[in-house]
């Protein structure tokens, strides 16, 4: 009788062991981001976005809506912008929206692909903006443009529109993403030298027929070492020389220094 009920009491705790258990084995797989739904009107009030996190802001047409990222070196930044527009009935004539991107320092840095500008006829719905930025590098030159690493920003306008359309209700859909790469600039590493390599031949004599293997004439460093140290050369004979001219001027300058009354002093 004590087997039957040990049994079911094994098969008690195991049937509650799973149910005790499952807030330890909860899912721990990363939420989503959630979407930003604000915008700034400058430089300095830019809402921050990180590359994949979906933007979706309500906005009034004619306003200057600012974003900032991070882009890192290697990485190649993409941009799109849908722009969904008021209801054609409202609107009074076309607008061109444009987006912009500047970097830590206020540079405008160019799009390599994508409508960077669009214009939106009068009965269209929305309009898209597309963006492909240059790779950012790991340095550049002081004089240079070239996307180095930081916070970047985006910004959308519009222009070009009726004065009775200022205001209306738009709706931005904003997404930024990038692309990781290698940081070095294309072109980086050099295959060939820049110039050939010296090699002198041998002079040849009027009517003398080439050989078949060049003759590399000039000296090796030994041999030029030895022959400027070599005894006796007419360059031990210029040093020599110099030294005693050297001396000579010097013991006939000290006697005339030293000396001078001997020399100019008047006879009584």
């Not at 529109?161 to 294309?186: C, F, H, N, T």
């Not at 050099?190 to 590399?216: I, M, Q, R």
């Not at 070599?230 to 001027?249: C, E, F, K, N, Y």
């Amino acid at each position: 009788m004590r087997t039957p009920l040990l049994l079911a009491s094994v098969a008690a705790a195991c049937a509650v062991l799973p149910a005790t258990a499952l807030p330890a084995a909860a899912d721990t797989s990363p939420s989503p981001r959630p979407t930003v739904g604000t915008a700034g009107t400058s430089f300095l009030t830019a809402t921050t976005v990180e590359p994949g996190q979906p933007v979706r802001v309500p906005a009034s047409t004619g306003d200057y809506l600012y974003w900032s990222f991070a882009a890192a070196a290697g990485q190649t930044g993409r941009i799109a912008v849908t722009v969904t527009l008021p209801p054609a009935a409202s609107r009074h004539g076309a607008a061109t929206y444009t987006i912009d991107v500047f970097d830590g320092l206020r540079r405008r840095q160019a799009c390599t692909a994508g409508p960077q500008n669009a214009t939106a006829a009068a009965g269209a719905a929305s309009v898209r903006l597309r963006c492909t930025l240059r790779q950012v590098r790991a340095w550049a030159e002081p004089w240079a443009d070239d996307p180095l690493p930081g916070t970047y920003y985006l910004r959308l306008a519009a222009s070009g529109l009726p004065e009775q359309d200022l205001g209306l209700p738009i709706r931005a859909d904003v997404r930024i993403s990038a692309k990781d790469g290698d940081a070095r600039p294309a072109g980086a590493e050099l295959k060939a030298p820049l110039s050939p390599a010296v090699d002198p031949g041998a002079t040849l004599a009027p009517g003398t027929a080439p050989s078949a293997s060049p003759v590399n004439s000039a000296p090796k460093p030994a041999e030029r070492v030895k022959g400027w140290f070599s005894w006796p050369s007419s360059r031990w004979w210029w040093t020599i020389g110099g030294g005693v001219l050297a001396a000579v001027m010097a013991v006939a300058g000290y006697s005339l220094t030293r000396h001078p009354r001997r020399w100019f002093s008047a006879p009584r």
